[in-house]
């Protein structure tokens, strides 16, 4: 587990637009943005990267998007899952779980919050996301239309 170095960049985003609708499509200079005001932007692997993570903290003046918007509208404070990817070769290995406990770890050890929020798809539905999410202790908190066809539920977890 590490930060994310400039030389990912191209590994993060080929595993990132594979994996759509899972998560969404995203261009290069998206990509770009996002890194730059990300809280935390996590890879596992050293020389090969075998998948990453993106956080935003809550309060940005940045739009994130209608998932970040319905955090931002419900708690004052948060971190916010906008991204995690394993790379096919690498899933059932833990290497998700091993990121979400990183990533809370990490709001621990900052304790500039205790809300660890994402959210997950109900339409198409992703019940291996959605039994992860449960798992690892995430409720839903919420549920909406995230673009025409996208329904997610909104999760949080309270931790620290």
Known sequence: MRDFRAGDFDEVLRMNNENDPAVSWLERDELEADLRVAKHALVVGDDEVKGFCVTFASGLARDLGVNYRWFTEHYPDFVYLDRV??????????????????????????????????????????????????????????????????????LAKRVG
């Open 85 to 154: 990817v394993v790379d096919a070769p690498h899933r059932s290995q833990r290497l998700g779980e091993a990121l979400y406990r990183e990533v809370e770890r990490r709001i621990r050890e900052e304790a500039a919050t205790t809300l660890f929020a994402c959210e997950v798809n109900l339409r198409p539905r992703n019940d291996g996301s959605l039994r992860f999410h449960a798992r690892l202790g995430f409720e839903q908190v919420g549920e909406q239309v995230s673009k025409p066809g996208l329904v997610v539920a909104m």
